[in-house]
Protein backbone atom coordinates (compact mmCIF):
# COMPACT_ATOMS: atom_id res chain seq x y z
CA UNK A 1 0.00 0.00 0.00
CA UNK A 2 1.06 3.27 -0.89
CA UNK A 3 1.24 6.17 1.95
CA UNK A 4 0.66 9.66 1.77
CA UNK A 5 0.84 11.43 5.17
CA UNK A 6 3.13 10.35 7.86
CA UNK A 7 4.02 11.44 10.94
CA UNK A 8 7.72 11.56 11.92
CA UNK A 9 7.98 11.86 16.02
CA UNK A 10 11.99 13.89 17.08
CA UNK A 11 11.80 14.53 13.24
CA UNK A 12 13.67 17.69 14.46
CA UNK A 13 16.53 15.91 15.96
CA UNK A 14 18.90 14.24 14.10
CA UNK A 15 17.73 11.27 12.23
CA UNK A 16 14.46 12.72 11.96
CA UNK A 17 15.39 15.45 10.33
CA UNK A 18 17.17 13.78 7.39
CA UNK A 19 13.92 11.27 7.29
CA UNK A 20 11.89 14.30 6.78
CA UNK A 21 13.98 15.83 3.85
CA UNK A 22 13.43 12.30 2.03
CA UNK A 23 9.61 12.26 3.03
CA UNK A 24 9.22 15.82 2.14
CA UNK A 25 11.79 15.09 -1.53
CA UNK A 26 9.27 12.22 -2.07
CA UNK A 27 5.72 13.69 -2.07
CA UNK A 28 4.59 12.43 1.32
CA UNK A 29 2.74 14.83 3.57
CA UNK A 30 4.83 15.34 6.39
CA UNK A 31 4.10 15.65 10.00
CA UNK A 32 6.43 16.36 12.74
CA UNK A 33 5.76 16.33 16.81
CA UNK A 34 8.57 17.34 18.37
CA UNK A 35 9.45 19.19 22.13
CA UNK A 36 12.27 20.51 20.82
CA UNK A 37 14.02 19.50 23.75
CA UNK A 38 17.41 18.61 21.78
CA UNK A 39 16.06 18.79 18.41
CA UNK A 40 16.39 22.17 16.85
CA UNK A 41 13.94 23.92 14.05
CA UNK A 42 16.63 25.29 12.15
CA UNK A 43 16.93 21.61 11.12
CA UNK A 44 13.66 22.23 9.35
CA UNK A 45 13.92 25.39 8.65
CA UNK A 46 13.53 25.06 4.66
CA UNK A 47 10.22 23.09 5.26
CA UNK A 48 8.72 25.10 7.77
CA UNK A 49 9.43 28.69 5.55
CA UNK A 50 7.75 27.28 2.59
CA UNK A 51 4.61 25.39 4.10
CA UNK A 52 5.93 21.57 3.10
CA UNK A 53 5.44 20.16 6.79
CA UNK A 54 2.89 20.53 9.76
CA UNK A 55 4.87 21.26 12.72
CA UNK A 56 3.64 20.32 16.49
CA UNK A 57 5.77 21.72 19.41
CA UNK A 58 5.01 18.99 22.03
CA UNK A 59 5.59 16.33 24.17
CA UNK A 60 4.76 12.27 23.21
CA UNK A 61 2.91 12.51 26.86
CA UNK A 62 0.83 15.79 26.17
CA UNK A 63 -2.29 14.18 24.73
CA UNK A 64 -3.65 17.02 22.77
CA UNK A 65 -0.29 17.58 20.78
CA UNK A 66 -0.19 13.76 19.93
CA UNK A 67 -3.66 14.00 18.72
CA UNK A 68 -3.34 17.05 16.69
CA UNK A 69 0.02 15.23 14.98
CA UNK A 70 -1.40 12.38 13.90
CA UNK A 71 -3.99 14.03 12.09
CA UNK A 72 -4.36 12.19 8.82
CA UNK A 73 -1.29 10.25 9.79
CA UNK A 74 -1.37 6.91 7.68
CA UNK A 75 1.89 5.65 8.72
CA UNK A 76 4.32 6.57 12.12
CA UNK A 77 7.93 6.91 12.54
CA UNK A 78 8.86 6.94 15.92
CA UNK A 79 12.04 8.69 16.69
CA UNK A 80 11.41 10.91 19.48
CA UNK A 81 13.28 9.80 22.40
CA UNK A 82 16.12 10.67 25.10
CA UNK A 83 19.28 8.82 23.66
CA UNK A 84 21.98 9.43 26.03
CA UNK A 85 23.65 6.23 27.33
CA UNK A 86 25.26 9.05 30.13
CA UNK A 87 22.16 10.87 30.66
CA UNK A 88 19.74 7.94 31.25
CA UNK A 89 22.50 6.48 34.03
CA UNK A 90 21.91 9.98 35.72
CA UNK A 91 18.09 10.38 34.88
CA UNK A 92 16.77 6.97 34.68
CA UNK A 93 13.24 7.99 35.68
CA UNK A 94 12.79 10.73 32.82
CA UNK A 95 14.35 8.45 30.70
CA UNK A 96 11.39 5.75 31.19
CA UNK A 97 8.94 8.27 31.32
CA UNK A 98 9.85 9.38 28.01
CA UNK A 99 11.13 6.51 26.16
CA UNK A 100 8.17 3.96 27.87
CA UNK A 101 5.30 5.64 29.00
CA UNK A 102 5.89 8.02 25.68
CA UNK A 103 5.56 5.58 22.94
CA UNK A 104 2.60 3.78 25.19
CA UNK A 105 1.06 6.80 24.51
CA UNK A 106 1.88 7.30 21.20
CA UNK A 107 0.84 3.66 20.02
CA UNK A 108 -2.68 4.26 21.82
CA UNK A 109 -3.30 7.24 20.47
CA UNK A 110 -2.64 5.70 16.78
CA UNK A 111 -5.54 3.03 17.70
CA UNK A 112 -7.63 5.32 18.13
CA UNK A 113 -6.48 7.12 14.96
CA UNK A 114 -6.50 4.33 12.40
CA UNK A 115 -2.47 4.39 12.27
CA UNK A 116 -1.83 1.59 9.50
CA UNK A 117 2.01 1.04 9.92
CA UNK A 118 3.88 2.00 12.75
CA UNK A 119 8.03 2.00 12.29
CA UNK A 120 9.77 2.13 15.79
CA UNK A 121 12.94 3.11 15.55
CA UNK A 122 15.42 1.73 18.01
CA UNK A 123 18.97 0.96 19.33
CA UNK A 124 21.42 -1.60 18.84
CA UNK A 125 22.06 -0.85 22.65
CA UNK A 126 19.10 -3.59 23.51
CA UNK A 127 21.80 -6.18 22.94
CA UNK A 128 23.93 -5.42 25.58
CA UNK A 129 27.25 -7.23 25.21
CA UNK A 130 27.04 -9.66 22.57
CA UNK A 131 27.37 -13.29 22.93
CA UNK A 132 28.61 -13.90 19.51
CA UNK A 133 29.92 -11.51 16.09
CA UNK A 134 28.43 -10.09 14.16
CA UNK A 135 25.35 -9.71 16.07
CA UNK A 136 22.21 -10.67 14.44
CA UNK A 137 18.42 -9.84 15.11
CA UNK A 138 17.80 -13.20 16.91
CA UNK A 139 20.90 -12.43 19.32
CA UNK A 140 19.58 -11.77 22.74
CA UNK A 141 18.78 -8.75 24.54
CA UNK A 142 20.29 -7.72 27.53
CA UNK A 143 20.47 -4.13 28.06
CA UNK A 144 23.37 -2.80 30.28
CA UNK A 145 22.33 0.88 30.68
CA UNK A 146 18.30 2.44 31.55
CA UNK A 147 18.35 3.93 28.00
CA UNK A 148 19.16 0.61 26.57
CA UNK A 149 16.72 -0.74 28.67
CA UNK A 150 13.75 1.79 28.31
CA UNK A 151 14.42 1.07 24.25
CA UNK A 152 13.49 -2.81 24.62
CA UNK A 153 10.36 -1.83 26.70
CA UNK A 154 9.06 -0.15 24.17
CA UNK A 155 10.08 -2.73 21.52
CA UNK A 156 8.14 -4.58 23.62
CA UNK A 157 5.03 -2.76 23.50
CA UNK A 158 5.08 -2.60 19.90
CA UNK A 159 4.84 -6.10 19.56
CA UNK A 160 1.86 -6.16 21.71
CA UNK A 161 -0.01 -4.11 19.97
CA UNK A 162 1.04 -5.81 16.96
CA UNK A 163 -0.31 -9.47 18.04
CA UNK A 164 -3.17 -7.80 20.64
CA UNK A 165 -4.67 -4.94 18.41
CA UNK A 166 -3.73 -5.83 14.77
CA UNK A 167 -1.36 -2.23 14.69
CA UNK A 168 1.08 -2.95 11.85
CA UNK A 169 4.40 -2.44 13.66
CA UNK A 170 8.13 -2.66 12.56
CA UNK A 171 10.94 -2.36 15.44
CA UNK A 172 14.69 -0.98 13.35
CA UNK A 173 17.82 -1.42 15.68
CA UNK A 174 20.10 1.23 13.81
CA UNK A 175 24.13 1.15 15.08
CA UNK A 176 26.21 3.73 15.27
CA UNK A 177 24.73 6.71 13.58
CA UNK A 178 26.73 9.91 12.45
CA UNK A 179 26.75 12.70 9.69
CA UNK A 180 25.63 15.80 9.51
CA UNK A 181 23.74 17.72 12.67
CA UNK A 182 24.52 14.87 14.49
CA UNK A 183 24.55 15.89 18.28
CA UNK A 184 27.77 17.09 19.73
CA UNK A 185 28.63 18.25 23.37
CA UNK A 186 28.64 15.94 26.42
CA UNK A 187 26.01 13.87 25.05
CA UNK A 188 27.14 13.32 21.66
CA UNK A 189 28.28 10.59 19.83
CA UNK A 190 32.20 9.79 19.47
CA UNK A 191 32.30 11.30 16.11
CA UNK A 192 30.97 14.34 16.77
CA UNK A 193 32.99 15.00 19.62
CA UNK A 194 36.24 14.30 17.91
CA UNK A 195 35.41 16.67 15.32
CA UNK A 196 34.25 19.14 17.89
CA UNK A 197 37.83 19.02 20.13
CA UNK A 198 39.91 18.84 16.85
CA UNK A 199 38.19 21.91 15.71
CA UNK A 200 39.60 23.73 18.45
CA UNK A 201 42.96 21.89 17.86
CA UNK A 202 42.81 19.94 20.87
CA UNK A 203 43.01 15.91 21.16
CA UNK A 204 40.36 13.44 21.25
CA UNK A 205 39.35 12.02 24.45
CA UNK A 206 39.05 8.20 24.35
CA UNK A 207 37.11 6.25 27.09
CA UNK A 208 38.82 3.23 28.17
CA UNK A 209 41.07 1.14 26.18
CA UNK A 210 40.10 2.19 22.55
CA UNK A 211 40.49 -1.37 21.37
CA UNK A 212 36.21 -1.19 22.06
CA UNK A 213 34.57 -1.59 18.31
CA UNK A 214 31.30 0.03 16.61
CA UNK A 215 29.86 -0.14 13.92
CA UNK A 216 29.23 2.80 12.38
CA UNK A 217 26.40 3.87 9.79
CA UNK A 218 25.84 7.04 7.72
CA UNK A 219 22.25 8.95 8.59
CA UNK A 220 21.51 9.13 5.13
CA UNK A 221 22.00 4.99 4.88
CA UNK A 222 19.52 4.43 7.61
CA UNK A 223 17.38 7.13 6.18
CA UNK A 224 17.01 4.94 3.08
CA UNK A 225 16.56 1.45 5.24
CA UNK A 226 13.90 3.55 7.05
CA UNK A 227 12.04 4.47 3.66
CA UNK A 228 12.92 0.71 2.45
CA UNK A 229 10.80 -0.41 5.32
CA UNK A 230 7.92 1.85 5.36
CA UNK A 231 7.57 0.66 0.95
CA UNK A 232 8.03 -3.13 2.58
CA UNK A 233 4.66 -4.71 3.64
CA UNK A 234 5.62 -7.98 4.67
CA UNK A 235 8.05 -5.97 6.90
CA UNK A 236 5.05 -5.75 9.34
CA UNK A 237 6.16 -7.42 12.84
CA UNK A 238 9.32 -7.79 11.93
CA UNK A 239 13.04 -6.54 12.95
CA UNK A 240 15.87 -5.40 11.60
CA UNK A 241 19.54 -4.16 12.25
CA UNK A 242 20.60 -1.11 10.13
CA UNK A 243 24.51 -1.18 10.06
CA UNK A 244 27.26 -1.17 7.93
CA UNK A 245 28.50 -5.04 9.16
CA UNK A 246 31.80 -3.38 9.69
CA UNK A 247 33.95 -3.16 13.10
CA UNK A 248 36.13 -0.28 13.50
CA UNK A 249 37.52 0.75 16.38
CA UNK A 250 37.37 3.82 18.31
CA UNK A 251 41.39 3.87 18.14
CA UNK A 252 41.18 3.22 14.31
CA UNK A 253 38.40 5.72 14.51
CA UNK A 254 40.51 8.69 15.84
CA UNK A 255 43.50 7.97 13.21
CA UNK A 256 41.19 8.29 10.81
CA UNK A 257 39.55 11.46 12.12
CA UNK A 258 42.78 12.70 12.63
CA UNK A 259 43.99 12.08 9.68
CA UNK A 260 40.97 13.74 7.44
CA UNK A 261 41.27 16.83 9.28
CA UNK A 262 44.78 17.19 9.04
CA UNK A 263 45.41 17.05 12.90
CA UNK A 264 47.80 13.96 12.52
CA UNK A 265 50.29 15.47 15.29
CA UNK A 266 47.80 15.30 17.94
CA UNK A 267 47.80 12.36 20.53
CA UNK A 268 44.74 10.85 21.95
CA UNK A 269 43.97 11.31 25.43
CA UNK A 270 42.88 8.43 27.39
CA UNK A 271 40.53 8.18 30.43
CA UNK A 272 38.75 5.38 32.06
CA UNK A 273 35.92 3.21 30.73
CA UNK A 274 32.53 4.66 31.08
CA UNK A 275 29.23 2.88 32.79
CA UNK A 276 26.85 1.37 30.05
CA UNK A 277 29.45 1.20 27.41
CA UNK A 278 29.37 -1.57 25.61
CA UNK A 279 32.68 -3.44 24.35
CA UNK A 280 32.25 -5.03 21.13
CA UNK A 281 29.57 -4.73 18.57
CA UNK A 282 28.86 -4.97 14.73
CA UNK A 283 26.00 -6.05 12.81
CA UNK A 284 24.87 -8.71 11.01
CA UNK A 285 22.74 -7.30 8.05
CA UNK A 286 21.64 -9.78 5.94
CA UNK A 287 18.11 -9.79 7.18
CA UNK A 288 17.85 -6.22 5.88
CA UNK A 289 19.28 -6.96 2.19
CA UNK A 290 17.40 -9.95 1.55
CA UNK A 291 14.17 -8.39 3.08
CA UNK A 292 14.45 -4.30 2.47
CA UNK A 293 16.98 -4.58 -0.82
CA UNK A 294 19.03 -2.63 1.69
CA UNK A 295 22.73 -1.80 1.10
CA UNK A 296 24.53 0.59 3.17
CA UNK A 297 26.04 2.90 0.28
CA UNK A 298 28.40 5.57 2.33
CA UNK A 299 31.57 4.86 3.27
CA UNK A 300 32.66 5.57 6.90
CA UNK A 301 36.09 7.62 5.23
CA UNK A 302 33.59 8.83 3.11
CA UNK A 303 31.30 9.87 5.72
CA UNK A 304 33.92 11.64 7.78
CA UNK A 305 35.49 13.58 5.09
CA UNK A 306 32.55 15.21 4.13
CA UNK A 307 31.72 16.05 7.56
CA UNK A 308 35.25 17.57 7.39
CA UNK A 309 34.45 19.53 4.50
CA UNK A 310 31.11 20.70 5.47
CA UNK A 311 32.45 22.16 8.87
CA UNK A 312 35.12 23.89 7.05
CA UNK A 313 38.14 22.16 8.02
CA UNK A 314 40.88 21.71 6.38
CA UNK A 315 41.93 17.53 5.00
CA UNK A 316 44.52 16.19 3.88
CA UNK A 317 45.63 12.44 2.73
CA UNK A 318 42.35 12.10 1.33
Not at 40 to 45: A, I, Q, V
Not at 117 to 138: H, M, N
Not at 257 to 280: E, N, S, T, W, Y
Request: glycine share 10%; with cysteine; net charge positive.
Amino acid sequence: MNYGSVLVTGGAGFIGSHLVDRLVAEGFEVGVLDNLSTGKPENLKYHLENGSLRFVRGDLLDGQAVREALKNAEAVFHLAAITSVPYSVKHPDATRRVNVEGTRSLLEACLRKGVERFIYVSSCAVYGEPEYLPVDEKHPARPISPYAETKLEAERLCREFQEKYGLKTTIVRPFNVYGPRMRGGQYGGVIARFIERLRSNKPPIIYGDGRQTRDFIHVWDVVNALMLTLNCQNAAGEMFNVASGVATSIVELAKLVMQLLGADGLKPIFRPARGGDIRQSYADIRKAKAWLGYEPRISLKEGITALAGSAGLLTRGV
